[in-house]
């Protein structure tokens, strides 16, 4: 069973370079180690050690550790900073390493130069020579083994810009539809206002788009290009008048963090640009009164998404490292659905020798889907879908609903028969033959009626 050692220092991140290990035991006090990569420790218990820089460092540079064994699965870094003494060191001069991270390696950590500077006198400052100590009382660690050694090497700046630039990848980013109740597209279309404002008088319906960063990647900051862009693909045919430009009746807005962005739409899309990480709220408008339009508002498969984030990183002290793009995309940005017109026809009968008829009629130029129920015994079936019924047309449905029924069809006795069309002007007539007479049924339509000529 391994004991839990504590290791005074302070750390971090990224593939790491060739250390060399020594065996000299020490305890208590610190230990100093030259020249660099040379010499290392075997002790059970480190307070506190320090390493002597014996070249001439430069901002971004690396320093590398190297333990023998690995952290404990427990540790947890507090990321301190490591001040360095310079050998003609001013009491102003700084020399700093930042941590950097745990590279892939077991019991290998980094940090980088973050600040050589000369900070009153002309005299200048140099790396050789300065002693960099790595404190149990700031920077503490437990490793998970008893006798552990640990050594150092070094990268140049070279190496470390090497480094930077590989971990840019598409994963770098990423798009997500957010996370709330209304975050997706979800109004209904009122098939009553012949389609063209949403159910319940809403005249708008929002999604969100939400862009994050996902890789800790070591820089400081990300610069997005300009054409860096998002799109929000669908059918926005209706917000045109024939070929003319977007008709002023409807409206599409991108905001983010509660500024209005520039968009582009299209029949086929919206597009603006993605200058930032941030929730990118997508508002659809549509006017409450009809006035003389006849665009209704199309109901389509679910909206879709597709990004390209152009970007550049830059790192402290050298500038932009490296420039990528991350192409990305959500399948389902939610959608639109209809609402309908349900007509209820009364006490139709089901014996054996009665032909029963029941037509819908819809008086609209938009076809409608059809489904009905039937009641029957005190209970109602479930929704069968019956096809579609095309824009000022009439369709019989008696037939249709009884292949959808099949055996769970009624034989006998009288019921209900409730037809729902996704149409505006919908009307159902029903009637049945019995001994060569034709007989009228009562109807939802024809008690409010509305019984068609």
Not at 30 to 54: M, R, W
Not at 190 to 201: P, Q, S, Y
Not at 217 to 224: F, I, N, S
Not at 362 to 383: K, L, M, P, Q, R
Request: glycine content about 8%.
């Amino acid at each position: 069973m391994f004991n839990k050692t504590k290791l005074g220092l302070a750390v971090v991140l990224l593939a790491g370079s060739a250390a060399v290990s020594a065996t000299t035991a020490v305890t208590g006090t610190p230990v100093v180690y030259t020249p660099e990569g040379a010499d290392g420790v075997t002790t059970t218990t480190v307070d506190s050690f320090e390493i002597t820089l014996a070249q001439t460092y430069v901002e971004l540079d690396v320093i590398t550790l190297k333990f023998t064994a690995d952290f404990d699965a427990d540790e947890t870094f507090s990321g301190a900073n490591v001040t360095c003494d310079a050998a003609n060191a001013d009491a102003d001069d700084s020399i700093i390493l930042n941590y950097f991270g745990k590279t892939e390696v077991a019991g290998e950590i980094k940090y980088r130069f973050t600040q050589i500077e000369d900070l009153t006198a002309p005299d200048g400052i140099t790396t050789v020579g300065a002693t960099c100590e790595f404190d149990n009382g700031t920077n503490d660690y437990d490793m998970a083994g008893t006798a552990v050694s640990v050594s150092w090497s070094s990268d140049l700046e070279t190496g470390a810009s090497a480094v930077l630039s590989s971990v840019l990848e598409d994963n770098q980013f990423a798009i997500n539809i957010g996370a709330g109740a209304n975050d997706s597209f979800d109004e209904t279309v009122d098939v009553g206002d012949d389609r063209k404002t949403f159910e319940d008088g809403d005249t708008s319906d929002t999604a969100t788009v939400q862009v994050t960063e996902t890789t800790a990647v070591a820089y400081t900051d990300a610069t997005y290009g300009v054409t860096s862009t998002i799109t929000l693909n669908g059918d926005f045919s209706y917000m045109f008048d024939g070929d003319d430009a977007q008709i002023d009746d409807y409206d599409v807005t991108v905001a983010l963090g509660g500024a209005d962005k520039p968009t582009t739409v299209t029949k086929t899309g919206v597009t603006w640009t993605a200058d930032a990480i941030g929730d990118y709220v997508i508002t659809l408008s549509v006017p409450a009164a009809e006035d003389d339009r006849t665009q209704e508002i199309l109901v389509n498969e679910p909206f879709t998404i597709d990004a390209n984030i152009v970007y550049t990183n830059t790192v402290l002290g050298q500038g932009d490292v490296a420039a990528g793009s991350a192409a990305l995309a959500i399948t389902n940005a939610g959608s639109h659905d209809l609402n309908a017109t349900s007509v209820t026809v009364y006490s139709v009968p089901f014996s054996a020798g009665v032909i029963q008829l029941i037509w819908v009629s819809n008086g609209s130029a938009i076809a409608g889907d059809v489904s009905a129920t039937f009641t029957h015994d005190g209970s109602t079936s479930s929704s069968y879908t019956l096809g579609s019924v095309a824009g000022n047309t009439n369709m019989r449905v008696d037939d249709l609903l009884k292949t959808a029924a099949g055996d769970d069809y009624p034989t006998d006795g009288r019921g209900d028969i409730t037809v729902t069309v996704t149409s505006n002007d919908t009307k159902v007539l029903g009637s049945y033959y019995k001994d060569g007479d034709r007989l009228l049924l009562e109807s939802s339509d024809t008690l409010n009626s509305e019984i068609p000529e």
